[in-house]
């Protein structure tokens, strides 16, 4: 055999090999990036639980699928008719993770259909699959409320955060009737906000993964795995509220985000809101009100005391007694300023004013 076919075989091979490698790196790094989800144990958190809340706030459990697998969701405020907003939740979370901002939307008049995505807390999934489930169940649930007529013709407003922040933009690519849209803290496209994640943990080498994350998505998702927010939002003509936090470290301001792309989108409907509050202006954390951020740094220091008490090693049984002192409504106040520019888009986005939220209080 020439040595310059022998040179050009090695090359094929090297490049195969390194192929291949690349595939199941891609692979395990993908699927690691999104487990199951379970309910935490609320005895050692201080999230806000329901039964705490459900004298005042009762909701009705419903089911629905997407694609093989049982979504659990619920419906707050059955008597609320300024309208309908959908809550699509973050990566980790659950529809209980929004506790504060659905209770502050019923309050005001609004009815408010959340659920646990796939993967996530009482839905089935062995996994959260990856970036554009959200939008596959998001998809699904729009179709299983066009399907109730307990929903009458109440107008249907989203709110997404993060992993739901994506699917509440994404999914105006799909034919269905919407008013507006709340989008906080959520990345463009999955790709992109893959490939930013991966450039945190594997730096300018993630750029020779590409391919193969791109490929692994469209063998996941097919032609789901490229849609864009931006692209969505542009061609819509839909009110759309984008929220996003200059602190950002999770999808980043300037990087990956929906609000990086603003600048290409002319619709006046289309608006956009910086929070630049240092110490509330990250992923999460603009949720809360500052008085809820003192809160919990002050709760902090107590823990991290108590951390260091028992030699990184706090028996279970003092972790509940301690998080049964913790205030937990003071924990999660919402962000009221941000909660009532929300709450004012979608008066607008449905015709209706501040008269016609009091008549719902």
Do not use: C
């Not at 062995?126 to 299983?144: E, M, Y």
Request: net charge negative; hydrophobic share 40%; glycine share 8%.
């Amino acid at each position: 055999m020439r040595p310059g076919m022998i040179a050009a075989l090695s090359v094929a091979g090297s490049i195969l090999l390194f192929s291949i490698i690349s595939m199941i790196t891609v692979m395990i790094i993908y699927q690691g990036q999104f487990p199951r989800f379970e309910r935490p144990d609320t005895s050692i958190t201080a999230v806000l639980r329901y039964e705490d809340l459900a004298d005042q706030y009762p909701r009705t459990p419903v089911g629905f699928t997407s694609g093989t697998d049982r979504l659990q969701g619920y419906v707050y405020g059955e008597h609320q008719g300024l309208g309908l907003v959908v809550l699509s939740h973050g990566l980790g979370g659950g529809a209980d993770s929004y506790l504060p901002q659905i209770t502050y939307l019923v309050d005001r008049g609004w009815r408010v259909f959340a659920y646990d995505a796939t993967g996530s807390f009482d839905s089935e999934g062995k996994t959260t699959k990856g970036f554009s489930q959200a939008l596959i169940d998001l998809d699904a649930a729009l179709k299983h409320i066009s399907t109730q007529q307990s929903f009458g013709s109440l107008p249907i407003l989203l709110f997404g955060h993060s992993w739901g922040r994506y699917a509440s933009a994404a999914v105006l690519h799909y034919d269905h009737e919407i008013a507006g849209v709340v989008s906080i803290s959520g990345a463009n496209s999955p790709i992109e906000m893959i490939m930013e994640q991966g450039r945190s943990m594997l730096g300018g080498f993630i750029t020779t993964q590409y391919p193969f994350l791109w490929l692994y998505e469209r063998i996941l998702f097919g032609k789901r795995a490229s849609l864009q927010a931006i692209e969505a939002i542009s061609q819509s003509e839909v009110p759309v509220l984008i929220i996003h936090g200059i602190e950002d470290t999770t999808v980043s301001y300037h990087g990956s985000s929906i609000i990086s792309h603003a600048q290409e989108i002319t619709d006046p409907r289309v608006r956009t809101m910086t929070l630049s509050d240092p110490g509330r202006s990250g992923h999460t954390d603009l949720l809360r009100s500052q008085a809820a951020i003192e809160y919990i740094d002050r709760i902090s220091i107590i823990y991290r005391e108590l951390y260091d008490h028992h030699a990184q090693e706090i028996p279970y049984e003092i972790k509940q007694e301690f998080y049964a002192a913790v205030d937990r409504s003071a924990a999660q106040e919402v962000n009221s300023m941000l909660m009532d520019e929300i709450h004012a888009f979608f008066l607008e986005s449905t015709h209706q004013t501040e008269t016609d939220a009091l008549s719902w209080e």
